[in-house]
């Protein structure tokens, strides 16, 4: 028998598909533990018992369909009335209707993102859940958005209000997430390179800004989170970016800030320091006495100055601001020294990206999440 309760993993798994409708085998290991969350799968994909409380159904609860990396879990729909222990079923039979899923790769691809995205924003405590959030609207200005972390997803996001452009705006955006007075576009690019179309994502700019302004503190979308399988997609996003000479077409000439976030566990604690309120500046004071600080008054982008050294952070992992950085350090004549301050497991990717010219710090993880009281 299977005892469904909130917190366990046959819960999260079904909170994750009322939402999203599938979710990649090959990206269980964001759920939990990949060798638990695996057998616990295939054990759910036959008839048991399963109860909650005082009701219990004789049923499976997940179907497996596709192949190698199209391989997807869903809800088995004779188990769908367990949306109804959830608070999910009217959500998800209007979003899913009788449960088709599209097979063509782009859907997929575009579904396994969402999903992604989803299981990150779970694992860092950020609602996801439409149907536990208030509906967002375009008619008028008035705080809406609550309080904690919550992320609207673009299916959400493309049901507001009467625009010409939400048909075409949301080929890349997976989500709008709303933490600490600050809007930030969600884009999830998995092990793909991250095309940015600066016409279209400009446009979805606007449109994001727009309904943040109708429904949050804040007035402007000026940051962006980018989900990436590995620091390797951050480097080849970075390089391709380079070429181009049309500002307009580049990530930077987009957002002023991208926050890369890899899908795995450092990703999940780092997307819980960005949901804290005015997480930069506390990141920062916890790392550099005020006296020795820049506060982005430099002739170029750093953040301390220590004995003659110009020290610059990544720890907010924010690509647009190394990329100037990078920049800076090229005109450095040898006398001048550069520091980097990282996480260990950032350290490869900007090592590579940043070359010699440079020193690195490393700086445990759980030394800022102990300074910012994250638990």
Known sequence: M???????????????????????????????????????????????????????????????????????????KGAIPILKWIGADEYYKCTFRNSNFPADVAHKERNFRIAETVAMCMAAGIEFRPYMLPKLQLDRRIKIVPDYPVIYLSRELKQIGQSDMKKVMFTRVTGLLFSGGVGYAVYNTRNSLMKWNGNGECKAKYYLIDIVCRNYVSQEVDSAILFGKTDEVAFTTLKENEKSRRLGLRFDGIYQHIHFIPLNEFGVRQLKIISIPNWKEKL?????????????????????????????????????????????????????KAEVLCFPHQYNFLKKYLGSSVTFRLLDLSIVEEGLGIK
């Open 2 to 76: 299977l005892h469904f309760e909130p917190n366990n993993l046959a819960y999260k798994i079904v909170d994750i598909l009322s939402i999203t409708g599938e979710f990649p085998t090959s990206s269980l290991y964001l759920v939990g533990k990949e060798r638990v969350v695996k057998a616990l799968v295939k054990k759910l994909t036959q008839f048991d018992n399963i109860r909650n409380f005082h009701t219990e159904i004789n049923s499976k609860l997940l179907l497996l369909s596709g192949k190698g990396k199209q391989k997807t879990i869903k809800l088995y």
């Open 284 to 336: 920062l004071d916890e790392l550099f006495e005020p006296e020795i600080r820049s506060y982005e008054r430099g002739l170029f982008v750093y953040d301390a100055l220590i004995d003659g050294a110009y020290v610059y952070s990544f720890l907010d992992s924010d690509i647009v601001r190394l990329r100037k950085f990078k920049m800076a350090t090229e005109d450095f004549d040898s006398q001048t």
